[in-house]
C-alpha cells in the first residue's frame, strides 16, 4: 500500500519561528524553511529580504492526513501570526514578511476559506483578517543556515520570538486556549 502524503505551504513572517509550531505535531513528517510564491528562480535570503522577488518567507510541511488533518494545520498556522496586519508581521516589516496560506488543491483552497471566514466571524481580532489565500506556485528552500534555526540557536532564537513581538501576541491572544 503506498502512502499518500500532503503537502501545506504557509508565509507566517519570519519562517525561524514558524518551523516549531509544526514539527511538534504527530503526523507531521517534515517542515522546512523557504521561499514562496515569487517569479525569482532559486532565490537568496538577501534578494527575497529586499523585497523585489515576490517571494514571502514560508514553510512548506509535510504531513499524513491520516495522523492529523490539514484543518488541524491551519489552526496551528492561524495560532503563529496576527493575522490582521497587512504590512508584514511583528518586527518584520514589507512584502517578504506579509502571511499567505499557499494551497495545493482545491480542498486546501475551500478549508482555508472556512477557516478564515470562521476566525473573521469569531471576533477574536479587532480588525480585518488580511491572510492572503494564493494558489501554490513555486517554494525554494531557504539556506541550511536558516533550517531548523530554534535547535541550532536556541537562546538566539528565544530572544528574536520575545523581541520581535510574536511571543508576547500569542500569548496575550490565544492564552485562553491551547
Known amino acids: 500500500m503506498k502512502e499518500k502524503y500532503e503537502t501545506a505551504t504557509f508565509a507566517g513572517g519570519c519562517f525561524w519561528c514558524m518551523i516549531q509550531p509544526f514539527q511538534q505535531q504527530k503526523g507531521v513528517l517534515h517542515v522546512i524553511a523557504g521561499y514562496a510564491g515569487g517569479k525569482e528562480k532559486n532565490p537568496t535570503y538577501e534578494q527575497v529580504v529586499s523585497h523585489r522577488t515576490g517571494h514571502r518567507e514560508a514553510v512548506q510541511i509535510l504531513?499524513?492526513?491520516r495522523k492529523i488533518s490539514y484543518k488541524k494545520i491551519?489552526?496551528?498556522f492561524w495560532r503563529q501570526i496576527d493575522p490582521t496586519d497587512a504590512g508584514g508581521q511583528f518586527?518584520?516589516?514589507g512584502e517578504s514578511y506579509k502571511t499567505a496560506i499557499y494551497y495545493h488543491s482545491e480542498e486546501q483552497r475551500k478549508l482555508g476559506e472556512t477557516s478564515k471566514r470562521e476566525l473573521e466571524k469569531s471576533k477574536k481580532f479587532n480588525n480585518s483578517i488580511m491572510t492572503e489565500i494564493l494558489p501554490y506556485t513555486t517554494f525554494y528552500p531557504a539556506e541550511e543556515y536558516h533550517q531548523d534555526y530554534y535547535k541550532k540557536?536556541?537562546?538566539?532564537?528565544k530572544m528574536y520570538k520575545i523581541m520581535s513581538g510574536r511571543a508576547g501576541f500569542q500569548e496575550k491572544m490565544w492564552k485562553d486556549k491551547k
Open 153 to 157: 540557536h536556541p537562546v538566539q532564537y
Open 91 to 93: 518586527a518584520d516589516r
Open 74 to 76: 491551519l489552526d496551528i
Open 63 to 65: 504531513f499524513d492526513p
